[in-house]
């Protein structure tokens, strides 16, 4: 899994976003990894969170209105340079967790897969293992 992939992701339960990602093991990639297109806008490959840097690429109003930063104000804290760092490593294991007020979700990450389940889901399709 690429930290890019917490632009993306958002609870399946309670659709809470961004996750929080605690990395238990990483990889770096050999060979140069080419990047996607970069977004025009942000000037950087991500659209609204940069996980690598922590960087929220978009205010959220009130009312759940976004508002893109400006490109000046992005990069002071992210720019291209750091995509190419950031496409380099491969999240081999982890968690994911999305904290909301009522109550707390938390997916494994294994062998670079997120696995956005619920203990529930889990059980009702893999049964007892």
């Known amino acids: ?3 890019r ?7 399946p339960v309670d659709k809470e976003w961004p996750l929080k990602l605690e990395i238990i093991e990483v ?4 060979e140069e990894v080419p990047l996607p297109l970069e ?3 942000t000037k950087v490959i991500c659209n609204y969170y940069c996980n690598y840097k922590q960087f929220t690429l978009v205010n959220i109003g009130e009312d759940g209105s976004e508002e893109l930063k400006s490109a000046d104000e992005i990069d002071k804290v992210v720019n291209l340079n750091d995509c190419k760092d950031c496409f380099q490593i491969e999240i081999k294991s ?11 979700h938390l997916y494994n990450i294994k062998d670079s897969i997120p696995i956005m389940l619920t203990p529930e889901q889990i ?3 893999y049964g007892n293992r």
């Open 94 to 104: 982890g968690k994911l967790q999305c904290i909301n007020k009522e109550e707390t």
């Open 27 to 30: 990889e770096r990639e050999s």
């Open 5 to 11: 992939l917490m632009d993306l992701l958002a609870c």
């Open 39 to 41: 977004n025009t806008l």
């Open 123 to 125: 059980e009702k399709i």
């Open 1 to 3: 899994m690429k930290h």
